[in-house]
């Protein structure tokens, strides 16, 4: 298992590929393409706002993945229910917003309680996809923490589907990773999902 710092680090760099410039020159043209004049004070500025919006959305905080010898050998569900997600579809460039129940069974380390919501939101940083998304953070646990398990739930409600389109309001989507002991063991599954709140997915 790899321990070293450089291993378990999750740091980026402010990176370059950035152009706010030519963002707000795109994002004036969209505008005028779809016919909303830009001359009116309260718009003038609306390119610059989206495109520092959009930067913003795509850019992940940098964080270390702080973890700890699991020197007492706790071998029971850590999880993080209910945290906070908020990403941008990738089709449609519109919000799908909701929250995420992340937990691991230790193995040999066991991770800082925050970095679990960290971890979260540096993958939903980019367009995405609910499915890959779920995905994506189970398997970079498991990479990177060796667990006996990993479960990864998200509900989101998308506003691709619930504002335009078929207009389903209210409608949320779960998508589920489970890894390890949490797929195979029927009894750790059920407590996974059961600390989570969702009955009936087991």
């Known amino acids: 298992m790899a321990t ?30 779809l016919g909303i004049p830009l001359d009116s004070e309260s718009l003038r500025s609306t390119p610059d706002r989206m495109a520092r919006a959009y930067a913003e959305f795509f850019t992940p905080r940098p964080f270390d993945l702080t973890t700890f010898p699991n020197d007492e050998g706790y071998d029971e569900l850590v999880l993080a229910r209910s945290i906070p997600m908020r990403s941008v579809c990738e089709h449609h460039l519109l919000p799908f917003v909701g929250v995420a129940h992340v937990g691991y069974l230790p193995g040999e380390r066991i991770l800082g309680l925050s970095k679990l919501a960290r971890i979260v939101e ?34 989101a409600e998308h506003s691709c589907m619930t504002l335009r389109g078929v207009q389903a309001a209210g409608s949320s989507t779960i998508t589920s990773t489970l890894l390890g002991a949490l797929r195979e063991d029927a009894r750790s599954r059920q407590e996974f999902f059961a600390l989570s709140g969702l009955h009936g997915h087991s």
């Open 4 to 33: 070293a710092r450089s291993a378990l680090s999750a740091v980026h760099e402010p990176t370059d590929d950035i152009d706010l410039a030519a963002a707000r020159r795109g994002a004036a043209d969209f505008l005028r393409a």
């Open 122 to 155: 540096h993958f939903a940083c980019r367009p995405q996809v609910q499915e890959r998304l779920t995905k994506q953070i189970a398997d970079w646990l498991t990479d990177r923490l060796q667990p006996k398990g990993v479960g990864v739930v998200i509900e």
